[in-house]
């Protein structure tokens, strides 16, 4: 943390934040050891090892990939390391990912288990505590099925809205992605399993993600990506680190020494291991110099690196032996930190609460769905309406899902699941939905009432269906998937064609949306009603049902900015899109792509360096559809009374008062800027308050200094320069409505 001042890291009270905050920052209280502790015994146990063992120790299996490699159980998984019995080292298993224990393809035949709603729709909560609560229950689920090591905690932020993984994410912001993506990784860490951060870093997007060369400047880095990855790692602890595929600045992620060696290793004081992606390693001694510690799913790389390379490598002194002592001390330094050394995988797997946990997945489904648009206050559904048709989405069997390594078979199975014949994707990815039917939800929560469903492919009919209710639901999706891109931001296959049609004839018309991110609404005019639901997991037709019902009050605010047209973002569509054919286009995503046909690294320069998302439309001036940290409620809620102070900390003190007729929960937002400085406005701090009816409560959001600093180079570190400062208190990031400002001392902090 900065040598500087007490922190708040989301700014709500002190005393409110105590026991949350002593759980994230110190998995000790769970029976695991301190970094300095862990540290000195890993030493001890890599003293006792020969050096075959620790060799053996710095490269893990890929299962699918690798019969008969090990005399262990090789369960289909991501990840195999064997221990070292004579030492009490454990078996290690690696599953995917941040959204419940992946079983992509069905690779484990019957294993299900409980998916979360998106890392986006985890965001949209701006609440720490739903994020632990999701790593918690799908850690539990992993020690349940016999892994240790879940590779969860992805932090890449969002720079483009056409990124296929944004779903994977927490969101453009670093303060809000680096906290939420901390309480999830902390609380997949307190079943004594490893999770990692990743992808370490500026994994930005999908196409050509293999080759890329993501450009951008030291300060810039830090006050964006970088920053993310340090408060999650403040705030988590992970017990290790996964590095990227792209390369950045010009060397690959995974032997990246500035990256792993100067940022990570010496000026963030990191104690755990870094681990590569799966098909990230290029070399053996520049890799293992430059801070990678294990290459991980070795078969999927174009040479096992750092398996007999690696053993030459030290022979010979290419790679020491103080350095190689070091690779296997920061793995078993993760394992022994987090607890995962002391607690051994089952032998057996068992049946986990699945029914408990999937209230978790749709607490956090609730928590995330965002109401852009309710004009006319036509939600919650009036009693009034005794025919309601619900439209296309396949909202009558399932809720869409999200593609790739973090797909979820769960509980229930997958009513829709289609394979894709081309694509980046195609080998380890399909259409999936989860048995979670909003159609039969709405049915239960509105006894009485007629709900009819038309899938929509018959247009004449969709629009008559809509023409004769009383109000229409339309289910729009889009698919977005690890390895591919979109191509732009419309909805696929005519959709906004047909909600265009159903609007001219029905004017309670509510437009559901299941994407992966930001699309584009060319309706929106004529639409009254917008709910983002984002892909909302296992019971998202029930989350959905509560929220369009008014059982549950929406709450969620957007972590991503949503733009108005396609010429708003930084970069309109994927780079490298048209430099690449369509088979090299797949060959540059798929880390099993044959030798040869991948082609040559290009460049992405990141243009707009720190100023990420809202902060690029407030730069140029822009408005978007819908900005970052906005969404609506069936309650209203006020601020008064603010007082804003300086001096060592930038803080704002006000009153939060609830002055409608239901209970609900609001997300005040604090974004500060030098008072004559021309950047724009920054997220500093934020909470979550829930207010019954007429409550109030006093409330103080504290600047996280690093976002009120600039990333001096120089220093080289943070600085905090004197003077006056603008402080909003806001709804969202356009809201400029309560500005106020304090003075500052000036003040520097270690990198």
Not at 251 to 276: F, I, P, Q, T
Not at 331 to 343: Q, S, V
Not at 528 to 534: E, I, K, L, N
């Amino acid at each position: 943390m900065p040598k500087l001042l007490h922190l708040a890291l989301i700014g709500a009270s002190a005393l409110a934040l105590a026991p949350a905050e002593a759980q994230m920052a110190a998995p000790a209280a769970n029976g695991a050891a301190t970094t300095a502790a862990a540290r000195a015994r890993a030493d001890a146990i890599v003293a006792r090892m020969t050096r075959a063992e620790k060799l053996a120790l710095v490269h893990g299996l890929f299962p699918p990939m690798a019969a008969g490699k090990s005399t262990n159980p090789l369960v289909p998984s991501a990840g195999h390391i064997d221990g070292v019995p004579r030492l009490g080292v454990p078996l290690v298993r690696e599953s995917d990912a941040s959204l419940g224990v992946a079983n992509q393809v069905e690779q484990r035949k019957g294993d299900v288990a409980t998916a979360l709603p998106s890392s986006l729709a985890t965001a949209a909560s701006f609440d720490p505590e739903i994020a632990r609560a999701g790593g918690a229950m799908i850690g539990s689920e992993a020690r349940a099925k016999r892994f240790n090591v879940l590779l969860a905690g992805g932090v890449n932020l969002t720079r483009d809205p056409w990124n296929g993984r944004n779903f994977e994410y927490l969101g453009e912001d670093p303060l809000l992605a680096g906290t939420l993506a901390g309480a999830h990784i902390a609380g997949v860490q307190s079943n004594r399993i490893v999770s990692t951060v990743k992808h370490f870093a500026l994994n930005a997007q999908e196409t050509g993600r293999m080759i890329v060369d993501a450009r951008i400047g030291e300060a810039a880095f830090r006050m964006s990506d970088l920053l993310a990855f340090e408060i999650a790692i403040e705030r988590g602890r992970p017990g290790s680190v996964m590095c990227a595929y792209n390369k950045v600045n010009g060397d690959w992620a995974c032997e990246n020494d500035h990256l792993l060696n100067d940022v990570l290793k010496r000026d963030w004081g990191y104690g755990g291991w870094v681990m590569s992606d799966w098909g990230a390693v290029h070399s053996t001694a520049k890799a293992a110099n430059a801070g990678l510690d294990q290459q991980s799913g070795q078969e999927l790389d174009k040479g096992l690196y750092f398996s007999a390379p690696l053993t030459a490598a030290v022979a010979d002194g290419a790679v020491s032996q103080a350095r190689l002592d070091d690779m296997v001390a920061r793995y078993l330094t993760g394992l022994i930190e987090t607890g995962a050394y002391d607690t051994p995988v089952p032998a057996a797997a068992t049946t986990p609460p699945y029914a408990r946990n999937a209230d978790v997945a749709q607490r956090a489904a609730e928590a995330g769905i965002v109401l852009l648009k309710n004009r006319g206050d036509l939600l919650p559904i009036a009693r009034s309406a005794r025919r309601i048709v619900v439209i296309g989405g396949n909202a009558d069997v399932g809720v869409l899902s999200g593609g790739g390594s973090s797909q979820v078979r769960s509980v229930g199975g997958a009513p829709v699941e289609i394979p894709l014949a081309y694509g980046g994707s195609a080998s380890f990815a399909r259409i999936t939905y989860h048995a979670s039917s909003p159609l039969l939800a709405l049915r239960k929560a509105l006894p009485g009432v007629q709900v009819t469903w038309v899938d929509g492919r018959n247009l004449n009919a969709t629009v008559e269906a809509a023409r004769t209710a009383d109000l229409a639901i339309v289910f729009a999706t889009q698919w977005t998937t690890e390895a591919d891109d979109v191509p732009d931001l419309r909805l696929p296959n005519q959709q906004d064609a047909l909600i265009a049609a159903i609007a001219a004839v029905q004017p309670r018309t509510v437009a559901v949306m299941e994407t992966g991110g930001p699309v584009l609404m060319p309706w929106i005019d004529q639409v009254p009603v917008v709910v983002q639901a984002w892909y909302p997991g296992q019971r998202g037709g029930e989350a959905i049902a509560n929220i369009l019902t008014g059982k549950v009050n929406p709450s969620g605010r957007l972590p991503i900015t949503f733009p108005a047209g396609a010429g708003q973002p930084v970069r309109p569509r994927p780079v490298g899109l048209d430099r690449l054919s369509a088979q090299e286009a797949a060959a540059a995503a798929d880390p099993g792509a044959a030798a040869g046909r991948v082609p040559e690294s290009f460049p992405v320069d990141y243009v707009e360096g720190a100023d990420v998302g809202y902060r690029w439309y407030e730069k140029k001036g822009m408005t978007p559809l819908f900005p970052f940290g906005h969404g609506l409620s069936y309650t209203r809620f006020a601020y008064r009374n603010p007082v804003v102070t300086g001096g060592q900390t930038l803080s704002v003190t006000f009153d939060v008062v609830n002055t409608g007729a239901r209970a609900g929960a609001d997300v005040p937002q604090m974004y500060v800027a030098r008072e004559r400085g021309d950047g724009p406005m920054r997220l500093a701090a934020f909470t979550r308050v829930t207010l019954k009816p007429g409550e109030s409560r006093r409330v103080t959001l504290t600047a996280e200094p690093r976002i009120v600093a600039d990333y001096d180079v120089k220093l080289p570190g943070w600085r905090i320069d004197a003077g006056r400062y603008r402080v909003a208190l806001a709804r969202d990031a356009g809201d400029r409505t309560m500005v106020s400002s304090a003075t500052l001392e000036a003040a520097t902090m270690k990198p």
